[in-house]
């Protein structure tokens, strides 16, 4: 936009020359609000009073001529120069003005963060809805809330290990095993991206635990205890993966690792129980198989020896002597 004498046009070049006057424009910011334009327009009606001399006329409809009037003798010179100085300061500042608020506008905090901020805290409180529910054994609305999360974001890696989870209380495990396939997939990305999420291995560690996946289990719970050596829950999970596997003497120090960290847990000291039953049964074992083989042995040896004698020629008895 330009400002070309008393009127507004689109003008380029931006400046003419028109009947021996030349005509200066001024290039404006369309960001710059009109009553800067006013002003110079009413200044510039101050600086340059109208003439009665007849304009020249040309093939436009606008009026042009070439300036005959005498020097201005209603408006002072000095003053004339203030407000043509003025008019120029206010230019200046309202440009200035115009690109500083352009570039604020570019530098403020944009809606779509904040909104993002929101729809974090929304997807987090779904899924504290649904552990209370599923806590309540109120599954099908624990079901809801975690299928809500997922919607919202389908790469929430907890909601779907805890859908499934409340799908497999309901007994449908198809959906189940689905859920647990896909939350192993996205904690498998997490744990890659941060190899020092604690969280994230204990939680794939579940997930493989309730595919049946043991050796997996136990890799994942054990990596947990050391990222995180005061994790009671994670050492009385890999006691569980380890029993499964049956590598009691592995179970056992587990369990009582758990029970270092938190003497009441109850159910660690009924699987320490459990995985020392498990280790002595594994310790008799191994004594009665340790006998028998030697009893085997012992057999082989003897039957040996026994094939031995019976093949040696016998000797032939001597014939009764005559009795004369």
């Known amino acids: 936009m330009y400002i070309v004498g008393q009127e507004r046009r689109l003008v380029d070049p931006p400046s003419q020359v028109v ?9 404006m910011d369309e960001r710059c609000d009109a009553h800067v334009a006013a002003l110079i327009r009413f200044f510039a ?19 042009f001529g070439v300036d005959t009037c005498p020097p201005m003798t209603t408006v002072p010179a000095i003053l004339r120069k203030v407000l043509l100085v003025a008019v120029a300061l206010y230019m200046i500042v309202g440009m200035s003005g115009c690109r500083r608020g352009a570039k604020n506008t570019n530098l403020s905090p944009s809606a779509g963060s904040e909104s993002e901020s929101e729809r974090s805290k929304h997807e987090q409180s779904l899924i504290e809805q649904g552990k209370e529910f599923y806590k309540n054994d109120q599954d099908e609305e624990a079901v809801t809330a975690f299928q809500e999360a997922i919607r919202l974001n389908p790469d929430l890696a907890e909601a779907h290990l805890r859908l499934g989870m409340a ?10 095993d689905e859920s647990y396939k896909k939350a192993v997939e996205l904690f498998k990305k997490r744990v890659q991206a941060d190899p020092k999420d604690a969280e994230s291995f204990f939680y794939l560690g579940e997930a493989h635990s309730f595919l049946h996946q043991d050796e997996e289990a136990a890799r994942t719970y054990r990596q947990t205890t050391r990222l995180k050596p005061d994790d009671e829950e994670a050492f009385y999970q890999l006691g ?24 009441n847990d109850s159910r660690a000291s009924d699987e320490l129980e459990n995985a020392q039953e498990g280790a002595q049964r594994i310790r008799e074992g191994k004594k009665h198989a340790e006998e ?15 094939n031995s004698n019976s093949s040696a020629k016998p000797t032939p008895k001597r014939p009764p002597s005559n009795p004369w």
């Open 19 to 27: 009947a021996g006057v030349r005509t200066v424009t001024t290039k």
């Open 45 to 63: 009606s101050l600086a340059v009073p109208s003439c009665d001399s007849n304009p020249s006329q040309f093939d436009s409809e606008l009026v």
């Open 167 to 176: 799908y497999a209380a309901l007994e449908r495990k198809p959906e189940a």
């Open 240 to 263: 569980k993966a380890e029993t499964k596997l049956a590598h009691y003497p592995e179970a056992v120090a587990a369990f009582q690792k758990a029970l270092e960290l938190d003497p």
């Open 292 to 306: 028998m083989l030697k009893k085997q042995q012992a057999n082989a040896n003897g039957n040996g020896k026994t």
